[in-house]
């Protein structure tokens, strides 16, 4: 069992940078995939980004490739998002993901643990 937290979460303008944090407890943390996913006011859940457990593979969304950085250091227990260059279309809900070994890095439905969720707004 993992649980996830995120933070870091909140109100910026839009040009601005966040740091989302998020912190993992349970066994093995450095033997599961971490990803991000964010969710729109009437949209669905989407991927944003994803680290395998080594943190030698590195993905990201066409939307937020440039812009945003994952890492993880995995003596904390814990892999951030890095968004810089924010947009207001970058609003959303942002949920921390895990897996030992996801079907898909992209799909929601291949990750079994999910963080409660940390808001982001951009203004513009």
């Known amino acids: 069992q993992v649980q996830l937290v995120e933070s870091g979460g909140g109100l910026v303008q839009a040009g601005g940078s966040l740091r989302l944090s998020c912190a993992a407890s349970g066994r093995s943390f450095s033997s599961y995939t971490m990803g991000w996913f964010r969710q729109a006011p009437g949209k669905e859940r989407e991927f944003v980004a994803v680290?395998?457990?080594?943190?030698?593979?590195?993905y990201y969304a066409n939307s937020v490739k440039g812009r945003f950085t994952i890492s993880r250091v995995s003596v904390k227990n814990t892999v951030y998002l890095q968004m810089n260059s924010l947009k207001p279309e970058d609003t959303a809900v942002y949920y921390c993901a895990a897996d030992v070994s996801p079907s898909s890095y992209t799909e929601t439905n291949a990750y079994r643990y999910w963080g409660q969720g940390t808001q982001v707004t951009v203004a513009s």
């Open positions: 680290t395998s457990w080594t943190g030698g593979s590195k």
